[in-house]
């Protein structure tokens, strides 16, 4: 059984950061691509990025280049998502995914967790 649990959200102020970390169990991060969505109120849900298990390239959605850095640590079976200079913008839920490929951008999807809340307001 496949299960992605996140942890790190909660409520930081505009210019802040936080890192949301995934603990994966069932799959093994050695042969998987994993990435983070974010769902905003009233909005789409966004793939903003993931990496890659053959060569550890990332991919970043333009929303977020620049201030998120994704990054996983294979002993452990966890993927992170540290988060700078945070906007209003950013509040939304964030989900660790699984996904067949990160070539390029995240469009496909294996295994959600249950999400975690990220809130930026003064």
């Known amino acids: 059984q496949v299960q992605l649990v996140e942890s790190g959200g909660g409520l930081v102020q505009p210019g802040g950061s936080l890192r949301l970390s995934c603990v994966v169990a069932?799959?093994?991060?050695?042969?998987?691509?994993i990435g983070w969505f974010r769902q905003a109120p009233g909005k789409e849900r966004e793939g903003i990025s993931c990496?890659?298990?053959?060569?550890?390239?990332?991919y970043y959605a333009d929303s977020v280049k620049g201030r998120f850095t994704i990054s996983k640590d294979n002993a452990k079976n966890t993927v992170y998502l540290q988060m700078s200079n945070l906007k209003p913008e950013d509040t939304a839920v964030y989900y660790c995914?699984?996904?067949?490929?990160?070539?390029?951008?995240?469009?496909?999807?294996?295994?959600w967790g249950q999400g975690t809340q990220v809130t930026v307001s003064s």
């Open positions: 990496i890659s298990s053959n060569d550890d390239s990332t």
């Open positions: 995914v699984t996904t067949p490929v990160c070539d390029g951008g995240l469009y496909t999807t294996d295994y």
């Open positions: 069932g799959v093994t991060l050695d042969y998987y691509d």
